[in-house]
């Protein structure tokens, strides 16, 4: 009767464990592993990633690759040498940097340009510097992950379409060769999630975002593990979906909403810094960047300030939502290859990234934005890590 009465004990533990997560997953938020009697339980250390948290010195160090652009020209000699070239920027600054997580900050593929029936073959490419060093990553999603395929118009010239190399896809799907079909967002973050369960840390957010789907929050916990710990992050990552391809480049209003909601019930006194990243920068990049191709003079911070900032369609007031958060310390984003400054907005940073990939347009250097944010007493310092190993462009976000 005793050992019964544990067992049920324990089944209604796991249940209730159950139920809060899929609470959490309804409100947009990855839950820690869960447990049972202190201890994870086998079905979900399966399913669920370890918590995220600060290393034994008190640092979280995250590597920003944006923009790479794999899939380009594949039928050509001159795309699958980018796309190895691409994988050789991502494996020198891993090495180099040995990041605590990394962030893909859009822009994976160029669908537009990729003529197989699935994009998630290249964006599975993409992803495996990180996941053959084991280091854990979260994704965003860019204006030319989800496009449909553009036809070049010399395909119609007398010269007609040239041979097409496509990947090998598996006997289960129903096409095969290539085809000339773009791949939704869902299905690629589908993909994504389901082959990397115990590395990738991506989601796809609350429905009620849609047609947004990378909307979610992770929670970086104290490298001092105590009973409150898991109830009480150090850092707050926001990941959201800034539109393009498919639809209009755009934060929208609900979003911004949900982002209001969930920073409230996750930090409601705001004494837990916050960190946010989309892919197409806001309208407030223009107002506090340097004039195009100007010399980067301070308080902003970086070394390329080759074109025009490329803006969202719209602002919606997400810009005003992070202003009104002090602890919200930067906001970065890719898009725009020519510019890897930061600038300070309000009391938070606007920053880009570093264009990681050979794809896409611009020859400028190769590298990519690394953040390193320190627990306590709190800091976070940004810089860029070049292809070649050197290192520039260091600015302190936490002043």
């Not at 047609?211 to 926001?238: F, K």
């Not at 627990?375 to 070049?386: H, L, Q």
Request: glycine letters at 8%.
């Amino acid at each position: 009767m005793r050992k019964w009465w544990h067992g049920l004990a324990a089944a209604g533990a796991l249940l209730a464990a159950l139920a809060a997560a899929v609470a959490l997953t309804v409100a947009g938020l990855r839950p820690a592993t869960l447990h049972t009697h202190g201890q994870p339980s086998s079905s979900a250390a399966d399913s669920r990633r370890p918590p995220l948290r600060f290393g034994p010195r008190g640092v979280f160090k995250v590597a920003l690759f944006a923009d790479l652009h794999y899939g380009e020209d594949a039928w050509t000699d001159w795309g699958p040498a980018q796309d190895a070239a691409s994988d050789r920027v991502m494996a020198a600054v891993l090495d180099a940097e040995n990041p605590d997580f990394v962030v893909y900050l859009g822009d994976l593929v160029t669908a537009n340009n990729v003529p197989i029936p699935n994009a998630s073959l290249y964006w599975d490419r993409a992803i495996s510097a990180s996941r053959s060093r084991g280091v854990p990553w979260a994704t965003v999603f860019g204006n030319h992950d989800d496009m449909p395929f553009e036809w070049p118009p010399e395909w119609f010239s007398p010269d007609g379409v040239p041979p097409l190399r496509c990947p090998a896809l598996p006997t289960s799907t129903p096409d095969s060769g290539c085809s000339f079909r773009g791949t939704p967002r869902t299905d690629l973050m589908a993909a994504e999630t389901g082959a990397n369960r115990q590395l990738s840390y991506s989601s796809s957010g609350p429905r009620e975002l849609w047609p947004g789907v990378s909307n979610y929050v992770l929670q970086v916990h104290s490298r001092r593990r105590t009973r409150d710990d898991d109830h009480v992050p150090a850092l707050l990552m926001y990941f959201l979906d800034s539109g393009g391809g498919s639809y209009t480049e755009v934060v929208s209003s609900a979003q911004v909403k949900w982002f209001q909601s969930q920073s409230q019930f996750l930090n409601p006194n705001g004494r837990i810094p916050e960190l946010i990243f989309w892919h197409i920068p806001s309208t407030a990049y223009v107002m506090v960047g340097p004039k195009a191709k100007s010399e980067i003079r301070k308080p902003c911070v970086g070394s390329i300030n080759k074109e025009e900032v490329a803006p969202q369609a719209a602002e919606w007031g997400m810009m005003d939502a992070l202003a009104k958060r002090p602890s919200v310390k930067a906001v970065f984003v890719g898009h725009n290859h020519g510019l890897d400054w930061c600038c300070p907005y309000e009391e938070l940073w606007l920053c880009f990234a570093r264009h990681t990939g050979y794809g896409g347009y611009g020859d400028w250097p190769k590298g990519a934005r690394i953040i390193q944010v320190t627990e306590d007493p709190f800091s976070a310092v940004s810089w860029i890590r070049m292809e070649n190993g050197s290192r520039h462009s260091d600015v302190t976000l936490s002043s």
